[in-house]
């Protein structure tokens, strides 16, 4: 099993560049970052402190996540970024996955890494036709549609407290929200 925690701020008034300068600096400060993944910018390895930021249960390492990712636009995107199945049509609740996988495909057929907020997909059986972040997703919530985020991998849930204190130093409030997959 594997898990996305997601934190999503919701009134950044920062453009997405300095917003994601700013959450690196803080996580980095916090200990909770360290360096940035060479072959991959905007991917960052734990620092000392990784297990801060989150619940703790009996019999956890002193690795608090996998990786972890700050996203920046410039576009907009959605989360969660990994794949995801059971995609249902908001209006008839159609199962409509192979629509809205081939509308988040680029020509080459590779996932698209251009501005999807104006990407639109269409319900073969009662014709409705909406954006791809307003379908009917089975094993999320919803989708959100953003240009920035905090993302780690495969760790446990953000403490409150936590997630308080970063609020407070980036000056936003951040929604969490998870998602997971075998
Ligand atoms: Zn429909």
Not at 151 to 170: G, S, T, Y
Request: charged share 30%; aromatic share 14%.
């Amino acid at each position: 099993m594997n898990v996305a925690r997601y934190l999503i701020p919701i009134d950044s008034r920062l453009s997405a560049a300095e917003y994601a300068k700013n959450a690196e600096t803080v996580l980095r400060e916090m200990g909770v970052i360290s360096s940035e993944d060479e072959r991959f910018p905007s991917l960052f390895y734990r620092g000392n402190k990784s297990t801060e930021p989150f619940e703790k249960e009996p019999g956890d390492d002193e690795q608090g996540f996998e990786s972890a990712c700050i996203f920046s636009g410039p576009h907009f995107t959605l989360a969660p970024d990994e794949y995801v199945d059971g995609i249902r049509c908001p209006k008839c609740d159609a199962e409509i996955t192979d629509q809205w996988a081939d509308a988040m495909k680029d020509q080459e057929g590779y996932k698209r890494e251009d501005d999807v907020s104006q990407v639109w997909v269409s319900c073969p059986k009662c014709g409705y036709t909406c954006r791809v972040h307003e379908v009917k997703p089975d094993t999320v919530d919803k989708f959100f549609l953003t240009d920035r985020y905090v993302c780690f991998w495969n760790a446990r849930m953000p403490r409150a407290e936590w997630v308080a204190e970063f609020d407070r130093r980036l000056g936003c409030h951040h929604e969490v929200f998870e998602y997971g997959w075998t």
